[in-house]
């Protein structure tokens, strides 16, 4: 008896030149399964989306032949997950625009066998067929496969399921998205909680306030928001959600939920929250628990292990997306990398190698980008908390350029940070913040993270100008400017943290104008407009260090450069006064 069928079967094998002849006998009708060349091969696909869907279409454009059947539980198999908020938000108004294609669409333009509504249940990785449940009829079947695709994704983190409430929700998929939005429009909240701060908590909170009536609050166990983003660059993120009207608990994490008459939150610290609805945006796990029944290796904190093809140990079944963990390529560990922009790469290097082209995944630096309201902030490679971590030779500088010429009518001040290696200059990381042109900076700074390329070849990129698009020396030649200035010598730099832990020996100088040390200064700091600087030299003290400020850290720069050359002891705030109002 042949389990995948239920049926009495005999299969005989037989090499034909390089291929393999599979022949099974089944109530005396016969198949063929070839699985190179002008045979035809089957593969299997658990999990749509931007890893699943992907694959599928990539295979068949590869494999015109090729029999691929595609399962997803849940009613859509490619929507835009990143589009979930701005849906809640009724940014996107009609649910079918989340849709990329619909799983009749993707069967005409793929020929590819799409069973949504249907769950596997259990792989048999020595006969190679998948156990799958019709989730609508709880019939169950097997399907046999030549190769087998894990794209499961990840599950949202919820540690209260012993809380049994229509007013608890997380949001992974459509049906969740719907399910919110319906809620909002037709219970008249008032208060909407949001557990988590990441980027989806994020998203939903800038979204959620597009809801007059509706005072929503943040709750985030850790110090800030946005775990990718170092503490100093959140709190401008914090600033632009409690300017909107956004409520911010930080440093506090939920104790209990009660769910009696009231929806109460009762935080670590026992004050209390009451709320009508709540949405749990505290984190992904990798759905991994199919592969681990499977015998498949996983790693001891969650997320299956592949290797550079995205091949588990069994040489016969791939996973990638979010269920994976991924080497992070500045640090070379491996970690869960849950972005759209991976898992896409990913997927088109499982249809390459199960098609017998050659291709390997390198790893991720996990760039990112966020909407807040008028502002963008923008992530790539790794944070200063990871370089410290790491126990990496790192140093970071901040400055804050234009987006554009300044004479140019609507330039914005953007405030970038970058991670860079002490010794070489080589960038390790960045982060940005502004109105425009975040998207470009930070894309052009993870091209050169990706290259390994240092402060010297940021300082030579020809980057295109124009007044309404940037300045004649871009802010990314800018940084590299920066940085090479300080690894050549010409000028040290401290942070804001540095200025506090200062001693006696040790004074601020601000050479700002009158004018704006009058709007707002540094306390205790001596006041010298850097155009009268070098005829008001005889006020400072040479037996002591300054460190000096402007706004943005250009003018203190060229401080710097006058009282280092007339023998003075001289250090440059990096950041400037507009980052530390921050």
């Given at each position: 008896m042949d389990n995948r069928y239920n049926i009495t079967s005999v299969a005989i094998q037989a090499p034909i030149d390089d291929y393999k002849l599979t022949v099974i006998f089944r109530f005396a009708k016969i198949g063929v399964c070839i699985s190179k060349g002008g045979i035809k091969m089957k593969v299997i696909i658990i999990g749509g989306v931007a890893g699943g869907a992907t694959t599928a279409a990539r295979l068949r454009r590869l494999d015109e032949k090729a029999e691929i059947i595609l399962i997803e539980r849940g009613n859509f198999i490619s929507f835009a997950n990143c589009g979930l908020p701005y849906f809640i938000g009724d940014v996107i108004k009609n649910k079918k625009d989340l849709l990329v294609q619909t799983p009749e669409n993707f069967n005409r333009r793929f020929n590819?066998?799409?069973?949504?509504?249907?769950?596997?249940?259990?792989i048999n990785r020595q006969e190679k067929y998948v156990q799958i449940k019709n989730?609508?009829?709880?019939?169950?079947?097997?399907?046999?496969?030549?190769?087998?695709?894990?794209?499961?994704?990840?599950?949202?983190?919820?540690?209260?399921?012993?809380?049994?409430?229509?007013?608890i929700k997380t949001l992974r998929n459509v049906e969740d998205s719907i399910s919110i939005k319906e809620t909002i429009l037709n219970k008249n909240l008032k208060n909407i909680s949001i557990i988590g701060g990441g980027y989806i908590g994020v998203e939903v909170a800038e979204n959620l306030s597009n809801y007059k009536d509706i005072k929503v609050t943040m709750i985030e166990k850790s110090s800030h928001l946005i775990a990718p983003l170092d503490k100093d660059m959140a709190r401008f993120v914090h600033n632009v959600l409690r300017g909107n009207g956004i409520n911010l608990i930080l440093n506090n994490g939920v104790k209990e939920i009660n769910n009696n008459n009231e929806l109460n939150i009762t935080l670590e610290n026992d004050e209390n929250v009451e709320t009508d609805f709540i949405i749990l945006c505290i984190g992904v796990r990798p759905e991994d628990d199919l592969a681990r029944q499977a015998g498949l290796d996983i790693y001891p904190n969650g997320g299956i292990v592949v290797n550079e093809q995205m091949k588990t140990n069994d040489n016969d079944i791939y996973a990638l997306g979010d269920a994976v963990k991924i080497k992070n390529c500045v640090t070379e560990e491996f970690a869960n990398i849950s972005l759209a922009g991976p898992a896409n790469k990913q997927a088109r290097i499982v249809a390459n190698n199960i098609c017998g082209i050659k291709s390997k995944y390198d790893g991720s630096i996990g760039s990112s980008i966020l909407k807040l309201f008028n502002y963008n902030v923008g992530m790539t490679g790794i944070n200063e908390a990871i370089a410290k971590m790491k126990n990496m030779q790192y140093k970071t500088i901040i400055l804050s350029p234009f987006s554009h010429a300044t004479y140019y009518p609507g330039a914005n001040m953007l405030t970038i940070k970058a991670i860079y290696e002490e010794k070489t200059g080589r960038i390790l990381g960045a982060q940005i913040f502004g109105k425009e042109c975040v998207d470009k900076i930070t894309d052009i700074l993870a091209t050169a993270i990706i290259m390994k390329m240092t402060a010297y070849d940021l300082e030579k990129l020809d980057l295109c100008y124009a007044p309404p698009f940037s300045s004649a020396k871009s802010p990314v030649n800018l940084l590299g400017n920066s940085i090479v200035n300080v690894?050549?010598?010409?000028?040290?730099?401290?942070?804001?943290?540095?200025?506090?832990?200062?001693?006696?020996?040790?004074?601020?100088?601000?050479?700002?104008?009158?004018?704006?040390?009058?709007?707002?200064?540094?306390?205790?700091?001596?006041?010298?407009?850097?155009?009268?600087?070098?005829n008001r030299l005889n006020e400072l003290d040479m037996t002591k260090t300054y460190l000096v400020y402007c706004r943005t850290g250009l003018r203190s720069y060229i401080a710097c450069r006058i009282l280092s050359q007339n023998g003075f002891k001289v250090k440059n705030i990096t950041g400037g006064y507009y980052y530390y109002e921050q």
């Open positions: 590819i066998d799409v069973r949504i509504k249907q769950e596997v249940i259990g989730l609508e009829t709880n019939e169950e079947y097997n399907e046999i496969y030549d190769k087998l695709v894990l794209s499961p994704g990840a599950k949202p983190i919820n540690p209260f399921k012993n809380i049994e409430s229509e007013r690894i050549e010598g010409l000028v040290e730099t401290v942070t804001w943290e540095d200025v506090k832990e200062r001693n006696e020996d040790v004074k601020v100088l601000d050479v700002r104008t009158d004018r704006e040390y009058e709007a707002g200064a540094y306390k205790d700091c001596i006041h010298i407009p850097l155009d009268d600087l070098r």
